[in-house]
């Protein structure tokens, strides 16, 4: 069948006449950025403003809080990936760039197509996977949803971009195999097969190149032999330089107005430095991805057909199909809700689930729904549910709750913010939802010195509540009346921590239920804080942890079932720092191993993003993989649990038993450089070369079913690749769903002279009912078949023997058999 590409509508413009009417200033003003998230407007060609938006779980708008405008929140993009089905991922991505056109967004900064090089990445969750073939499958299907909205995808981070710390300066050294089969994999299968539009140059360099300034790989690689069209945006911040860029292929700098660009350039192109032949190629782009997203020329409508009830519907069916079973002993789930009568519901997720990670991944959820919720809906007033904290794990307070403050000033819900010059004069008033404000140049007005946050609060307990300042700078607190002069010190300079783990001060307000409270914090520190984030958060009295965590397994053992929901935080995983441990947080393994001590039918919930260790596993019934399941997470975990829904992710990466085990663990640079030394051999191939045992392998998931594989037929060859039928039957009394999965390996274990392990070529999701037996045809691409001979410098596929492995994952072969390239 042949597959004809979709009309370009930048086909209908005559973009070389119209960059030869723009003058050398308005070239670059273009391609410097105009503010934060858009690009500067040129009404005499046609071109309106072209709007950008963070959105690797949704779309954040153009707002970093400061308007009371709200999103739909996504599962983590890991949990997609755990669907191992790239028509999920487009269904996503048609859902963002539905939501885009909502909020006048022309630009998806998503999706994060690097690698799960090490589970201690701080932006893991919003990866995909360690391995290519499915982190390439699943963005493709993303991009292709979220263009078909005609909205544009923006690949990102160009390239080798798989660890926080000092992401600024350190420099990747990574082989020319390992870079062409592993990290450049992702962005060529966008490039070539999804035709992204954007791609995002990213802050670290590689061999020895700034991304930003990499010639090579930008130049000669994305556009001379991929031949990529569209525009290669940088990373917020990441130009550092005028003619390195330039010349190195970056085609628009942000956040605008980028003064490197903006004056020298121009003096560059004048003096001869620079030919202003490459300025008119950038040009070019811009104006044709303008055209693509219809902000040149005649303006087209733009609608959408998803109503918010229908998004919800999709979000909660997707984050229920993403969680993975890990655990299930004695078919332990689902529950019968029916014979439940009392279930005790115990964790710090339990009571403030973390449906999202932090960073720019990170938005203003339209509603939440808490796993309390979700249970109590799924079970039914007959059964009684108690709720516990167990232990506490955040770093930070709950922020001010929308629906429990009000601007005293004018009766809206929310914080009302002053922004006020030297003398006192309010230059400026906004109410927000958001208790905390992110500081950028252009921001705030231009004569601000101070900015004054104020709200009533009404607390629902009598006690001593606790509230958090946080910030870098100089503040005065008062509340009812009484003044705390505050002053913090940022733990780094570096920017993203700075915005992300700002320092804070706790204090404790006895306050009475019922009775008002009312709160103003004054930042002082305006003049010397080019970029940061001031807040405030508050927390209802609460037990001392001996006490919460005694009550919680006194509840356990006078229930029917203890439900554990345990997992990270949006303060752990985070843009702009890697962690430091893959234990869980605080007291946690201590809750889970006491509770399922009182209680033999204990479920374990793990609500995080990235892999954790859990030392109990073999103690509980049955361990549940939630992820960060987005704005429907209670609602998903309660369908899961109870069976509505059955588990049926696998999962993306592999998960250790102990720290130790993990082959890649730092990623820390060392004189700065973070040297790839383990080639391509990353994640599953490197524990299988190792013989090392994980606490569950690449692609694992059990489900509430079984299954039988009884054979396979392979054809094909190297050059029309391989399609695999294999015979599988549900052997289990419901319906369910499976996830079949190939690999190849050389059968001598070699491939240019050195060990070659096992690699994913192929895999096919399908659903089974009952009883049935039916042939899954797993398709293994030509492309998939090839590797890099660096002795030629380009692909190839290796002739000999190899063993094909069909399995449910990595480490469980069902089926194996061998084939000749």
């Not at 028509?87 to 909502?102: F, K, N, S, V």
């Not at 594989?709 to 052997?731: I, M, S």
Request: overall charge negative; charged content about 25%.
């Amino acid at each position: 069948m042949i597959h004809l590409a979709p009309p370009d509508p930048a086909d209908a413009h005559d973009l070389t006449t119209l960059v030869g009417r723009l003058t050398l200033e308005d070239k670059v003003r273009l391609i410097a950025g105009h503010d934060m998230w858009s690009l500067t407007e040129l009404p005499r060609i046609g071109l309106r403003k072209l709007r950008m938006s963070d959105g690797p779980a949704g779309v954040r708008g153009v707002s970093m809080g400061e308007t009371r405008e709200t999103s739909l929140l996504f599962p983590s993009p890991t949990a997609t990936a755990a669907t191992w089905d790239p028509e999920t991922a487009r269904r996503i991505g048609y859902l963002m760039g539905t939501q885009a056109l909502d909020k006048d967004v022309h630009v998806l900064l998503a999706p994060t197509a690097n690698m799960h090089r090490t589970p201690l990445g701080g932006r893991h969750f919003e990866c995909y996977s360690e391995d290519p073939l499915l982190t390439s499958r699943t963005a493709v299907g993303f991009i292709t949803g979220v263009q078909s909205t005609g909205v544009a995808a923006t690949v990102k981070h160009f390239v080798a971009n798989d660890s926080e710390d000092e992401r600024m300066s350190y420099d990747s050294r990574v082989d020319e195999r390992a870079l062409r089969e592993i990290y450049l994999a992702p962005f060529e299968a966008a490039v070539r097969e999804a035709r992204v539009w954007l791609v995002m140059s990213a802050y670290n360099g590689v061999n020895g190149a700034t991304m930003t300034e990499n010639s090579r790989l930008q130049n000669d690689v994305l556009k001379d032999e991929w031949g990529f069209d569209g525009v290669v945006v940088s990373d917020w911040m990441a130009v550092r330089s005028t003619e390195p860029a330039v010349l190195g292929g970056t085609d628009v700098a942000m956040p605008g107005p980028t003064e490197a660009w903006i004056g020298p350039l121009v003096e560059a192109i004048r003096e001869g430095r620079v030919d202003e032949a490459v300025l008119d190629d950038k040009v070019m782009r811009v104006l044709r991805l303008a055209a693509r997203v219809g902000v040149l020329g005649e303006a087209a409508p733009r609608t959408r057909e998803v109503t918010s009830a229908d998004a919800a519907a999709q979000l909660r069916a997707v984050a229920a199909r993403a969680m993975v079973l890990l655990e299930n002993r004695d078919g332990a789930l689902p529950l019968n809700a029916s014979a439940l009568r009392r279930v005790a519901l115990i964790g710090p997720n339990a009571v403030r689930v973390s449906a999202q990670g932090g960073g720019s991944a990170h938005v203003n959820a339209e509603h939440i729904v808490g796993v309390p919720e979700g249970l109590r809906a799924a079970l039914g007033p007959d059964t009684e549910l108690t709720v516990r904290s167990g232990v506490f794990t955040h770093r930070y307070l709950p922020v001010l709750p929308p629906d429990g403050v009000v601007d005293p000033a004018t009766g809206q819900a929310g914080v009302g913010v002053e922004y006020r010059s030297a003398d006192g004069t309010v230059l400026g008033a906004v109410v927000r939802l958001d208790p905390t404000m992110v500081f950028f140049p252009g921001t705030l007005p231009d004569e601000a010195t101070t900015v004054a946050m104020r709200t009533r609060l009404t607390p629902t307990q009598d006690g001593a509540h606790l509230i958090d300042v946080l910030g870098a700078g100089r503040f005065t607190l008062t509340v009812d009346g009484r003044v705390h002069a505050v002053e913090l010190a940022a733990e780094s300079t570096d920017l993203g921590v700075m915005l992300l783990r700002p320092p804070l001060l706790r204090l404790e307000v006895e306050a009475r239920a019922g009775v008002p409270v009312d709160i103003e914090l004054v930042f002082h520190s305006v003049a010397e804080t080019l970029f940061g984030k001031i807040g405030l958060g508050w927390a209802p009295p609460r037990a001392s942890d001996d006490d919460e965590l005694a009550e919680a397994i006194a509840d356990a053992a006078a229930a029917d079932v203890a439900i554990l929901v345990v997992g990270t935080t949006d303060d752990i995983e985070s843009e702009s720092f890697d962690r430091r441990t893959l234990a869980l947080p605080g007291r946690t393994d201590e809750l889970v191993a006491r509770v399922a001590e009182a209680n033999p039918n204990t479920v374990v919930v793990v609500n995080a993003g990235a892999p954790v260790l859990m030392p109990w596993r073999d103690q509980v019934a049955a361990v549940v993989w939630a992820w960060l399941p987005g704005q429907e997470a209670g609602d998903a975990i309660a369908d899961v649990l109870t069976g509505a829904v059955e588990p049926g992710g696998r999962l993306p990466s592999t998960f250790p038993a102990d720290e130790q085990d993990v082959p890649v663990l730092s990623t820390q640079a060392t004189d700065g450089r973070i040297e790839y030394a383990e080639g391509p051999a990353i994640g599953y191939r490197l524990w299988s070369r190792r013989g090392t045992k994980p606490a569950y392998p690449f692609g694992y998931g059990l489900g509430y079913t079984s299954w039988r594989y009884d054979g396979a037929v392979v054809e094909g060859d190297a050059e029309r690749g391989l399609a695999v039928d294999v015979t599988v039957t549900n052997t289990g009394a419901r319906d369910g769903r499976e996830v079949v999965q190939v690999y190849l390996e050389p059968a001598d274990g070699t491939l240019f002279g050195t060990p070659e392990p096992l690699r994913l070529v192929g895999f096919t999701a399908a659903d089974v009912p009952a009883g049935a037996t039916t042939v899954v045809r797993v398709d293994v691409a030509p492309d998939t078949l090839r590797r890099w001979d660096t002795e030629v410098n380009g692909w190839t596929t290796v002739p000999g023997s190899y063993r094909l492995t069909v399995g449910r994952n990595a480490a469980d072969p069902q089926v194996t058999t061998m084939v000749t390239l």
